[in-house]
C-alpha cells in the first residue's frame, strides 16, 4: 500500500516544475497586504483625482524593501506622488517606473501601515466620461492589472486583502463601491462622504467604485445577503427587471457551492471596457445589457459564478484563469440546465465546442500556457470554453455526486485565498480516491482533442466501429459514449478509447439504422472526414 503513495509523490513533484509555473509579476512574498483604505477625492471640474491610501502590511520576514504599483506621470496621465509615510513618519521611498520602493523602518511590529498621497489623472483602470445619457460617471474597471492607474497597490490576485473605499464627490452622485455602505455624510461645499468596506480579503483585479446618478433597488435578499440593482436612471424599471434574476442565480450558487463571500451583490450598469466585469460584490455589465427583454440572463449568471471562482477561491498564476473563467462559463451552463433542463445544457456545449475547435485551428495551445507573459492575453476559448468542457468531463468521469463534493470541497479548501490547478485535482482525488494526473495533464496542459475519423459496419450480428485519432502530437485516452439507434430506440454503450486507431464491437439484435458517437456531449472532439 506504500507503494502507491510513493509513486504518486513522484509525479506531485515532476509537476511542480511543469505547472506551478508563475507569471512574470515579481512577488515579495515576505510582505502581505491586509487592508487597504482608499481616500478618494473626485470632482466636476478636471478628471483629476486625489487620492490617500493606508495600507497595512504584515511583514512575514525582514525586509530591505517592499514595492507597490502606481503608474507614475507621463504627459497628460499617471500620479505624482506628494507623501510617504511609515506610521505617520516620513518614509524612505523611491519612486520610479512605476513602483512606489518603500525601505520600512527596521525596527517596530511586524505589522506596519504606509499612507500614500498622490494625484493625477488615470488614463485607465479609473474610467471617467459620460454614461449614454450623457451623465458625468466615474467607473473602476480594473481587471486585470489596471487597479495600478488609480490605487497605490499589490497588483496581483496572489495578494489579496481587505479594502475600504472612502469617496469624497459632489454630493448630486450617488456612490456604490465594493464592500458594505457604512457613512453617507454630507460635508458641506457641495460635498458628501460615502464610505464602503469589505471585510473579506480581494484581489485588485475586482475592486471597483461606481459614481454617478442612479436608480438603486433592493431585488431581494438571499440568507443575508442583500442582492440591489444601481442602473441609470432613464433606464430605471427596465434595469430592475433586466437585473432581477440575480436574486434567483446567487441563491442557486449558494445551494449548490457554499457561503458567499461578500457583505452584498449589487448589480451595476456601467461603462466598462468588458461585457460584464465581476468586480466582488460590485459586478457591472455593460451599458446596454439593460434592454427590458430579460436578454442577460446568462452574462449575469457568469458575473455571479465568479464571485466563487476567480474572486473568492481566486486563480494563484494568471496562467491558470481557467480556474476563474472555465469554471464561470460550466457554472452558467449548470445554472442553465437548472433552470431549463439538460437539453439546454448540451445546446450551450455544442455551440462551445464549436469556438474551441475553430480557435484550436488558428492557436494551437494548451488551457495552462505558460508562454503567455500578458495578462490581457491569457482571455481565449481556451480558458472558457475549453475549461468549461473539461468540467463538464469531469463531472461525467467522477459523477455528479462525486463531482459537487469535489466542487465544495475544493471551495471551502480555498474559499477567500488562492489556488493553482494542481490544487483543485489533488481535491478531486481526495473525494473520489481516483487518479486524476492524466486527465488533467492531458485536457489541461496538452493542446488540443481528440481528432476523430471513424466508421461502422453491420456484420452478423455485430456493430463494428473504427476509430482513429488523426491528431499526431498525443493520443488522448477517453471514454466514449456511442448510440445505436433503431426506430426510436438509442442503445448506449460505452468504449474506452486510449490507441490511435482501434476497433470495437458491439453485440446487436438486429442491424442499427445509424450509429452516433457522444449524443449526450460529454466528450470534448472533432468528428474528421
Ligand atoms: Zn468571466
Request: negative net charge; contains cysteine; aromatic residues 12%.
Amino acid at each position: 500500500m506504500i507503494k502507491k503513495y510513493a509513486l504518486i509523490t513522484a509525479l506531485i513533484i515532476l509537476n511542480i516544475n511543469a505547472s506551478y509555473a508563475q507569471d512574470v509579476y515579481e512577488r515579495n512574498e515576505s510582505a502581505d497586504v491586509l487592508n487597504y483604505i482608499f481616500n478618494l477625492t473626485l470632482n466636476d471640474d478636471n478628471n483629476e483625482i486625489i487620492g490617500e491610501s493606508l495600507i497595512k502590511v504584515n511583514f512575514k520576514n525582514k525586509v530591505k524593501n517592499f514595492s507597490l504599483d502606481l503608474i507614475g506621470k507621463s504627459g497628460d496621465y499617471g500620479m505624482e506622488v506628494t507623501g510617504v509615510y511609515e506610521d505617520n513618519n516620513n518614509a524612505r521611498y523611491e519612486y520610479s517606473d512605476d513602483k512606489i520602493l518603500i525601505t520600512p523602518a527596521a525596527n517596530g511590529p511586524n505589522i506596519k501601515t504606509f499612507k500614500i498621497q498622490y494625484r493625477g489623472v488615470a488614463q485607465k483602470g479609473l474610467v471617467i466620461d459620460t454614461t449614454k445619457f450623457g451623465q458625468r460617471s466615474f467607473f473602476g474597471d480594473n481587471w486585470p492589472n489596471l487597479a495600478r492607474h488609480w490605487l497605490p497597490c499589490v497588483d496581483h490576485p496572489y495578494d489579496k486583502a481587505t479594502v475600504e473605499f472612502r469617496i469624497i464627490a459632489p454630493d448630486h452622485y450617488d456612490v456604490v463601491a465594493t464592500g458594505k455602505k457604512i457613512e453617507e455624510s454630507n460635508l458641506g461645499q457641495d460635498l458628501k462622504l460615502t464610505i464602503y468596506e469589505e471585510p473579506a480579503p480581494v484581489a485588485m483585479k475586482v475592486v471597483t467604485i461606481g459614481v454617478t446618478k442612479f436608480a438603486t433597488k433592493l431585488l431581494g435578499t438571499v440568507g443575508e445577503i442583500p442582492v440591489t440593482a444601481w442602473v441609470y436612471p432613464e433606464n430605471r424599471l427596465d434595469g430592475f427587471s433586466d437585473y432581477g434574476v440575480a436574486v434567483n442565480v446567487l441563491n442557486y450558487f449558494i445551494e449548490n457551492i457554499g457561503p458567499y463571500s461578500y457583505a452584498k451583490l449589487a448589480n451595476m450598469q456601467a461603462k466598462t471596457q468588458w461585457g460584464g466585469l465581476e468586480n466582488a460584490g460590485t459586478i457591472a455589465y455593460f451599458e446596454n445589457s439593460v434592454t427590458g427583454k430579460n436578454t442577460v440572463e446568462p452574462l449575469i449568471a457568469h458575473e455571479i459564478a465568479h464571485q466563487w471562482f476567480g474572486n473568492s477561491a481566486t486563480e494563484n498564476s494568471w496562467n491558470h484563469v481557467w480556474l476563474s473563467e472555465g469554471f464561470a462559463t460550466y457554472f452558467t451552463i449548470l445554472y442553465q440546465e437548472e433552470v431549463y433542463g439538460n437539453e439546454k445544457r448540451k445546446e450551450e456545449l455544442s455551440k462551445d465546442r464549436k469556438e474551441v475547435i475553430n480557435y484550436y485551428k488558428k492557436n494551437p495551445s494548451p488551457i495552462v500556457d505558460n508562454s503567455i507573459k500578458d495578462p490581457m492575453k491569457v482571455l481565449s476559448p481556451n480558458t472558457y470554453q475549453k475549461g468549461g468542457w473539461v468540467l463538464n468531463m469531469l463531472r461525467h468521469k467522477l459523477g455528479d455526486k462525486i463531482f459537487w463534493e469535489g466542487i465544495r470541497l475544493y471551495y471551502q479548501t480555498y474559499k477567500d485565498s488562492n489556488a493553482m490547478t494542481e490544487d483543485f485535482r489533488m481535491i478531486l482525488e481526495k473525494v473520489s480516491d481516483e487518479d486524476l494526473n492524466d486527465f488533467f495533464k492531458q485536457w489541461i496542459f496538452t493542446k488540443g482533442f481528440p481528432e476523430l475519423k471513424w466508421n461502422w459496419k453491420y456484420n452478423k450480428g455485430k456493430v463494428i466501429i473504427n476509430v482513429d485519432q488523426i491528431q499526431n502530437h498525443h493520443t488522448f485516452k477517453f471514454p466514449l459514449e456511442i448510440g445505436l439507434i433503431t426506430g426510436k430506440q438509442i442503445k448506449m454503450e460505452t468504449v474506452i478509447v486510449d490507441e490511435k486507431f482501434e476497433i470495437f464491437e458491439i453485440a446487436v439484435d438486429t442491424k442499427p439504422q445509424d450509429v452516433i458517437f457522444d449524443p449526450e456531449l460529454w466528450l470534448l472532439f472533432e468528428v474528421k472526414e
